[in-house]
């Protein structure tokens, strides 16, 4: 008897699981000759919920999901403004927590970029968000952001372009003077980077003795003397001593210090130097510049002579080195030139007024003038290849 009953329950079972299968197949064929691509999103993982909000937007945007893998955050995706375009940049859903909360201009803003990594900041401040979305990357805007306002604003006027992020970034770029770069770029838009810094760098973007300012005398051996920076005419070396070594000299006594032991190298090797010009005062370079002029005309003199107070002879730390035998004009093709260029960093002189550097410094080439800076100093400068005038801004300045 309990057997019987047992088996009528469990065919009652059987005939009520059947019909509930039934039903599910009957609602399954119901749903899937009703709504459009049931049967596909049910398969890529779907679940109803989901595939009644797909339904909800056009044929081009499900003929999208049909062929992508399941996408977990499809209702986020589908019903969040922005999310999915954000999402694509490759932006997380954590980010997206905090980013979606931001203002509408912002968050259009920030999908016109890459993937920020500095995405906070972007949204935190104004003024980086609008270095970024004129075109500088991550990198070069924090650094352009960490200027003055005034300053920033004056940057953003010029168009970017695509080598102006390396601008920023190079360690030759005096960031207070980025509008003066990209000023100088304008004008000269087929110039190459390095010929934009050199010009600014030196203050060559514009004319000769132009917004003349007082030398520093703070700066000891390493002060700066060009068309631009002048010495009073009551300056005088507080050092100065006279020494005979390879000649009569005045000079610092720094500078006698290793002018003596060069002059002694120089002499240990066979060679024959001679000190032809050392200090001058401001009087007598202007004696000196008013019979050039006289001579030559002014335009032709500035450019082999430097009028009074721009003279590096007036700091004492300037010589004029010559051999017996040889010229200003014949000095370069001496054993003694070529030992110099080769040693002469060694005691903290270097050449102040080269071939390849004229349009800078303004003065032709004089194999015969160096200058001391000491040792250190002299030997990096070697090694980064600029004029002294752009070493003095990018170092020493």
């Excluded at 980010?95 to 201009?105: C, Q, R």
């Excluded at 600014?200 to 917004?211: H, I, L, P, Q, S």
Aim: glycine content about 6%; some cysteine.
């Amino acid at each position: 008897m309990k057997r019987k009953q047992v088996r009528r329950i469990l065919i009652v079972i059987a005939v009520f699981m059947i019909a509930i299968l039934s039903l599910n197949k009957i609602e399954t064929f119901i749903k899937e000759a009703t709504i459009p691509h049931y049967k596909e999103l049910t398969q890529i993982g779907y679940d109803d919920e989901q595939i009644l909000i797909i339904q909800e937007h056009g044929d081009e945007e499900i003929e999208t999901i049909l062929i992508s893998e399941y996408q977990p955050d499809i209702i986020k995706r589908l019903t969040l403004p922005h999310y999915a375009d954000l999402r694509e940049i490759g932006y997380s859903e954590q980010d997206l927590k905090t980013i979606l909360k931001a203002e509408e201009a912002a968050i259009l803003g920030l999908k016109k970029l890459p993937l920020l990594n500095t995405w906070k900041t972007y949204l935190a401040r104004p003024g980086y968000r609008n270095i970024l979305l004129s075109g500088y990357g991550e990198e070069a805007g924090q650094k352009i952001d960490g200027l003055s306002e005034t300053l920033v604003q004056s940057i953003l006027e010029f168009p970017h372009r695509g080598d102006y992020d390396e601008l920023v970034l190079s360690e030759q770029t005096i960031l207070t003077d980025l509008a003066s770069y990209l000023s100088y770029w304008q004008k000269h838009p087929t110039a190459v980077l390095r010929d934009v810094q050199e010009r600014v760098n030196t203050e060559t973007d514009r004319a000769y003795y132009t917004g003349i300012i007082p030398a520093d005398p703070s700066k000891g051996n390493l002060i700066l003397v060009n068309k631009y920076v002048r010495l009073d005419k009551n300056f005088i070396p507080s050092t100065l001593t006279t020494i005979e070594v390879c000649g009569k000299a005045t000079v610092t006594s720094d500078t006698a210090a290793a002018l003596t032991r060069m002059c002694q190298a120089m002499i240990s090797a066979g060679l024959h130097p001679k000190v032809t010009s050392s200090y001058r005062s401001y009087s007598t370079q202007a004696t000196l510049y008013n019979r050039y002029v006289a001579n030559n005309g002014k335009a032709s003199a500035d450019t082999f002579s430097a009028r009074p107070g721009h003279s590096e002879h007036q700091t004492g730390l300037a010589i004029d080195i010559l051999t017996n035998s040889s010229s200003l004009s014949t000095f370069k093709n001496t054993a003694e030139y070529r030992w110099m260029v080769e040693h002469a960093v060694e005691y903290g002189f270097i050449q102040r007024y080269t071939d390849q550097k004229q349009s800078i410094t303004g003065y032709v080439s004089e194999p015969w003038h160096w200058r001391y800076v000491g040792e250190s100093t002299a030997i990096d400068y070697q090694t980064k290849k600029l004029t002294f005038d752009e070493y003095y801004r990018l170092y020493i300045q």
